[in-house]
């Protein structure tokens, strides 16, 4: 970015690059793809909004170059913690538009930190009777392998920072960062 971006001068350092981001999400499609070649009715991706956004589109694309056909479903939910922490009490606040009964399904994930709303997501879908339920998520922090989540496709694993970019926000901010970094101290002083 030679002219730079107003988002810029907020970035204390890059955690991954666009083009990191670009190439894991082509190797992520084409290893869904290899493992879902009998998915004859396709793959029912479910996007949680809004931090998922972004690797959903980019992801859902790849796969189209690669292999099996997917269908899009979004959903948005609110979890009752406090700050930014999650409780794993998580109420719906936009739910499947339809059946997911027989279908095969997987989770499209932003990060996976304590893992705590993704483990109450499990239970939700496979409660719908699903042909499976796996995940793929782009980033995963430390705490999470704390979590039984069985997270079948991990694009990265980052260091537990609070990281924006690609979907990823602070106070809604940020989400359309190219790539994933770190926020100068200063601008939590500020807001
Ligand atoms: P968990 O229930 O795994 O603790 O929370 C996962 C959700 O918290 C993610 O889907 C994401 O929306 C949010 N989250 C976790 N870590 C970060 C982070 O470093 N930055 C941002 N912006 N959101 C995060």
């Known amino acids: 970015m030679a002219d730079g971006s107003w988002y810029d001068a907020d970035i204390d350092h890059v955690i991954i690059s ?42 859902a694309r790849s796969l189209g170059r690669h292999g099996p056909s997917t269908e899009m479903e979004f959903m948005a939910v609110s979890s009752y913690g406090q700050g930014t922490t ?14 997911i009964a027989g279908r095969h399904v997987l989770v499209v994930e932003d990060i996976v930190d304590s893992g705590l709303t993704l483990s109450w997501l499990m239970k939700y879908l496979e409660s719908r009777s699903p042909a499976s339920v796996e ?29 924006v970019g690609y979907g990823l926000d602070f106070s809604e901010r940020y989400r359309e ?14 807001s």
């Not at 396709?42 to 972004?54: E, F, P, Q």
């Not at 922090?141 to 537990?160: S, T």
């Not at 960062?177 to 500020?190: I, S, T, W």
């Open 18 to 59: 666009e083009q990191q981001i670009r190439d894991k999400i082509d190797e992520l499609a084409k290893q869904v793809s290899t493992d879902h070649t009998d998915a004859v009715d396709g793959i029912l991706l479910v996007c949680v909004l809004k931090g998922a956004v972004m690797f959903m589109a980019d992801f």
């Open 135 to 163: 995940v793929v998520a782009l980033f995963r922090k430390p705490d999470a392998v704390k979590v039984q989540v069985p997270v079948r496709y991990v694009g990265f694993d980052i260091p537990n920072e609070f990281v």
């Open 86 to 99: 999650s409780s794993g009490v998580v109420r719906i606040l936009k739910d499947l538009d339809r059946d």
């Open 177 to 190: 960062l190219p790539y994933v970094g770190v926020l100068k101290p200063e601008v939590y002083a500020r």
